[in-house]
């Protein structure tokens, strides 16, 4: 088997090359970023060929490829990546969106990827963990509405986003505890709006994105959903607090029940103190999504309102992990924890 990284030394992309090694041990990996370098990860050398090499006559064909850049790009290699035979999962926002392209939550909707299916987009890193939690709430009394919000780790912007915010912080808190020489609208020592690409709907493309994608996800066009998404000093682990409105009445404990039953890559926790439910924890168990502080909302009239935490990984649940579970689809897998269904 051929498989191929683009962006492979991405903060997602390296994260794909360990999980590579569980899911397909066998087969060859051929790696690409921006240009020709070495790759040091885990104690080992990578060779790494710019990704224009795949633009050339006689590229190297495949069987899967994972793509870990940004929009342009993945504009620009996908299209070449199918026509050289890879099946393709495209981690960016290119096709998330696009009707004519499965949009894939592992443990929730990958039943639509199959043999005659050969891109796949995966989620945003919010929407991930968010919808594997609400899926099975939705099954059992029905969906109303949704409002999250979000408590961004900086790794979600990418590695020289993240290496300056670890530089910016250990400089900017070095003898000022209150870190006053901070920038304002930086990342360092801040709480900031996750604001790029806001439009005229007041949300910004964050926001839009799990809004979007998730009614998708769910085949609820209309589902109304408002969320609010920041960015906070935490380098790794997305946090969200989730307000969601069920179309029956219920209880916590028949909430909590369902949580805790058998559902992939789910980790209910009881409680609603949140005992275990942290940024920190979901990089102890980085392939799976936690849920829990489940209480009832106090605005609630008629016993439909609920609040829940929902925790994971953003480098790991919600993206390289969810990327090589929807190819598990295609191509088994060797770790049984990287397999659906
Ligand atoms: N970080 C997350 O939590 C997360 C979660 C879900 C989805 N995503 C999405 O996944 C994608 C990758 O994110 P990331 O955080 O891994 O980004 P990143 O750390 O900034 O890595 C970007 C990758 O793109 C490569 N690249 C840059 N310019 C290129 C070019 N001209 N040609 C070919 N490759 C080029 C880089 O290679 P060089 O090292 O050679 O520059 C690097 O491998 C993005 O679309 C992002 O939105 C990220």
New binding site residues.
Partial sequence: MEICI??????????LIPLLARAWPQANLHL????D?T?ELGGRSYP?G???RLEQDGAPRGDLAF????????A??VPRLRELGYRVV?????YRLNPEVPLVVAGVNDGIVDEQCTLVA????TT?PLMLAVAPLRQKFGLASLAVASYQ?I????????DRFIANSLAGYAGDRLGTAFEATGYAGNTVPHNGKTDASGYSSEERKMMLESAKILGMPGLPFSAQCVRVPVA?G?YEQVWIEFEEATTVADIEAVLAGNHPFLRFLPGAEGAGLSARHCLQVRDEAFVGRVRSDLRDPDGRRFCLTVVAD??RL???TNAVRIAARWFPVADPTLQVG
């Fill in positions: 683009l962006g492979a030394t991405g903060l997602v992309g390296r994260e690409f970023a921006s240009r370098q790759l790494v710019a990704a224009t793509v870990a850049l940004d929009d342009t790009h993945s620009r290699y495209d981690k960016s926002n290119t995966n989620p945003n890193c991930i780790a790794s979600g912007a990418g590695l020289a986003t993240l790794v997305h953003n480098l919600g993206a390289a």
